[in-house]
T-cell receptor
């Protein structure tokens, strides 16, 4: 069984640029969540995708956007990069339980993350 | 607004002894709690979880206790091993319906060091 993978491992960008981070879900998982982890903090929820649609969003501006593809892999795009966007970006996959009315992703399985540095 | 708090930034324990990591939450809507372990240069690894309908869940050396009235949970590791040295995060989740499925709210983490 393949775990969650992310690319690239590290990335350095300049303020104002745009960046795309990629994630491949764990085999069989159809839900992907993205988190931002600043230094010394816990991960913060950015958004979640389920079956190619956004399924919940945290307190992040619209310049953070995402996509999920039919094979359940996902992208996180950040436009107009700011210095405060420097962080570890984590992708997590999960398999919701229950019926469509009871979608509740409990355990989420994380990839190794992408370290983004904005200068 | 920090809804999940881990007030101890670090904990140092001797090998073989018990490690107790604590976590407090403020949102009474949380109904599922998880512990993750994180090594440097790796993503968080799921460790153990507990539903709000229980007060204890055990898995090998790891036990999580939940005190809903106090809005407090703890992770006990017995016996502690040097390989347990890592950052431990507690996380909470709630079924909010609508578009809020599956969001995990994390604490700031506690660095556990187990000395041989």
């Amino acid at each position: 069984e393949t775990g969650v993978t992310q690319s690239p491992t590290h990335l350095i960008k300049t303020r104002g640029q745009q960046v795309t981070l990629r994630c491949s879900s764990q085999s069989g998982h159809n839900t992907v969540s993205w988190y931002q982890q600043a230094l010394g903090q816990g991960p913060q929820f950015i958004f979640q995708y389920y079956r190619e649609e956004e399924n919940g969003r945290g307190n992040f501006p619209p310049r953070f956007s995402g996509l999920q593809f039919p094979n359940y892999s996902s992208e996180l795009n950040v436009n107009a990069l700011e210095l405060d966007d420097s962080a570890l970006y984590l992708c997590a996959s999960s398999l919701p339980r229950g019926t469509s009315k009871d979608l509740y992703s409990y355990e989420q399985y994380f990839g190794p993350g992408t370290r983004l540095t904005v200068t | 607004d920090q809804q999940v708090k881990q007030n101890s930034p670090s904990l140092s324990v001797q090998e073989g002894r018990i490690s107790i990591l604590n976590c407090d939450y403020t949102n009474s809507m949380f109904d599922y709690f998880l512990w993750y372990k994180k090594y440097p240069a790796e993503g968080p690894t799921f460790l153990i979880s507990i539903s709000s309908i229980k007060d204890k869940n055990e898995d090998g050396r790891f036990t999580v206790f939940l005190n809903k009235s106090a809005k407090h949970l703890s992770l006990h590791i017995v016996p502690s091993q040097p390989g347990d040295s890592a950052v431990y995060f507690c996380a909470a989740s709630s079924y909010a319906g609508g578009t809020s499925y599956g969001k995990l709210t994390f604490g700031q983490g506690t660095i556990l060091t187990v000395h041989p």
